[in-house]
């Protein structure tokens, strides 16, 4: 707050000014200048906050923060595509259910071999992806898709890319399992199996695709023709 010493001192400077002027515009300027003087700086209008340059300048860094941010996570998006393949037990049917009753008299024949407890197994692989799941993904190993009893054959096979001019994913039969690929897989690739087997199969993924996320379901309940009452 102004001293009086200073309130003295502004008086004089203009005092000077007002004794120029008329008697009543002497009065008038005098309190108006003294009225300045001795006005606290307390009294000062309140600044909004939203007129504050101090609101605005850390506003304008949180922004800047986030579009960093977002801008990262981005670029790692783009970087590393989710790719995943989903791989399902879509039925299993035994050819001799044990509940028709059907003894020693019935035998299931394949190519003049006869099959102890015949299964037949459909397997699905679709992938869902950002982008399309690379032959280089393979890493040259084929993904193993292993049964864990005898294969007998593959009955049918399907593959649906979603778009034309990609070939079929190669597919080898083994002792116990099949291979499929290196392949090029789209983005929304669909293939299906059906397996003939010796036994009653447990399905068993083997190997990996690099930054390729395998799922494996549950299977499905297991197809059985009902026993006639």
């Not at 003295?8 to 515009?25: A, E, F, G, K, W």
């Not at 037990?89 to 059907?102: Q, T």
Request: hydrophobic share 40%; glycine share 6%; aromatic share 4%.
């Amino acid at each position: 707050m102004p001293t009086l010493d200073s309130a003295r001192t502004t008086d004089h400077v203009y005092q000077l000014v007002i004794n120029r002027s008329s008697p009543s515009d002497q009065v008038a300027a005098t309190a108006a200048t003294r009225a300045a003087v001795r006005t606290p700086l307390s009294q000062a209008p309140p600044v909004d906050w939203y007129a504050s340059g101090t609101f605005w300048a850390i506003a304008a860094v949180a922004v800047a923060v986030i579009a960093i941010a977002v801008g990262t996570w981005s670029a790692f998006r783009s970087a590393n595509p989710r790719r995943h393949l989903h791989i399902t037990e879509d039925s299993l049917v035994s050819l001799l259910p044990s509940g028709l009753g059907l003894g020693d008299d019935v035998e299931v024949h394949r190519r003049g071999k006869v099959l102890s407890n015949p299964h037949v197994i459909t397997v699905s692989l679709v992938s869902r992806s950002a982008r399309d799941i690379p032959r280089a993904a393979f890493d040259g190993t084929p993904l193993t898709l292993d049964f864990g009893v005898p294969v007998i054959g593959l009955l049918e096979q399907w593959s649906d890319p979603g778009r034309a001019a990609v070939c079929k994913p190669s597919v080898t039969v083994t002792a116990t399992a099949l291979t499929i690929g290196p392949a090029l897989l789209t983005r929304s690739h669909e293939l299906r199996y059906t397996v003939l087997v010796d036994g009653e199969p447990n399905l068993a993924i083997q190997g990996e695709l690099a930054d390729v996320h395998i799922h494996t379901k549950p299977p499905r309940p297991r197809m059985t023709p009902a026993a006639s009452c």
